[in-house]
């Protein structure tokens, strides 16, 4: 069982909607997670990242939360976007290891 | 300035065949993970080094995957006997010492026919 879930495995949203990626993991111990965004080709690039001891980040139109309690992180678009489609991975690090999510892939309609 | 740079972009391979793809990550980088995305099955780690160059510490699947760090800031992913289930894009990341951010490469597509 991968020790980092996301859901929904694929969203569909009309341009301008708001929508929630949820993340829940199972790594142990914690050391911070990042949500990062990847463009069709592209490589991964890096969000945002949450320690222990933050519960929200934002970063202009993404916002990211994190119980650390129940091992749970979200990571929320407002006011979405076409060029938001893309795939969203969240990654998990403890000591020294990194657990990646299989993703939720998002397309934005106009 | 240089990022992560993996080659080639895309591959082709026979069914048992072994291949090799190479991965630049930022110099300075202590820590290289690769790791690989197949649709349906997402995202798994194949292997990550630290400082020591020819430590590996293999993620899953083991046995035929292995990675070789010749330099640094050079490492070589390499697939033996491979399976048409290999068929996936690679991705090749980096991280400081010290630091937690992972710098990824572009990816390399394997198609194994």
């Known amino acids: 069982k991968n020790q980092v879930e996301q859901s929904p495995q694929s969203l569909i949203i009309l341009e301008g909607k708001n929508c929630t990626l949820q993340?829940?993991?199972?790594?142990?111990?914690?050391?911070?997670l990042r949500w990062y965004k990847q463009d069709t080709g592209r490589g991964p690039v890096s969000l945002t990242i949450?320690?222990?001891?933050?519960n929200t980040k934002s970063n202009g139109r993404y916002t990211a939360t994190l119980d650390a309690d129940t091992k749970q992180s979200s990571l929320h678009i407002t006011a979405s976007q076409l060029s938001d489609s893309a795939s969203y991975i969240c990654?998990?690090?403890?000591?020294?290891?990194?657990?990646f999510g299989a993703g939720t892939r998002l397309t934005v309609k106009p | 300035g240089a990022g992560v740079s993996q080659s080639p972009r895309y591959k082709v391979a026979k069914r048992g065949r072994d291949v090799a793809l190479r991965c630049d990550s930022i110099?300075?980088?202590?820590?290289l993970y690769w790791y690989r995305q197949t649709l349906g099955q997402g995202s798994e780690v194949l292997t990550y080094?630290?400082?020591?160059?020819?430590?590996?510490k293999s993620g899953r699947p083991s046995g035929r995957f292995s990675a070789e760090r010749p330099e640094r800031s050079v490492s070589t992913l390499k697939i033996q006997r491979t399976e048409q289930g290999d068929s996936a894009v690679y991705l090749c990341?980096?991280?400081?010492?010290?630091?937690?951010?992972?710098?990824f490469g572009q990816g390399t597509r394997l198609t194994v026919v």
């Open positions: 080094s630290q400082s020591d160059a020819q430590r590996d």
């Open positions: 993340c829940n993991y199972t790594v142990s111990p914690f050391s911070n």
């Open positions: 990654v998990v690090r403890g000591f020294v290891d990194m657990r």
């Open positions: 110099s300075g980088h202590v820590t």
């Open positions: 949450m320690t222990f001891s933050e």
């Open positions: 990341a980096s991280s400081p010492y010290g630091n937690t951010e992972a710098f």
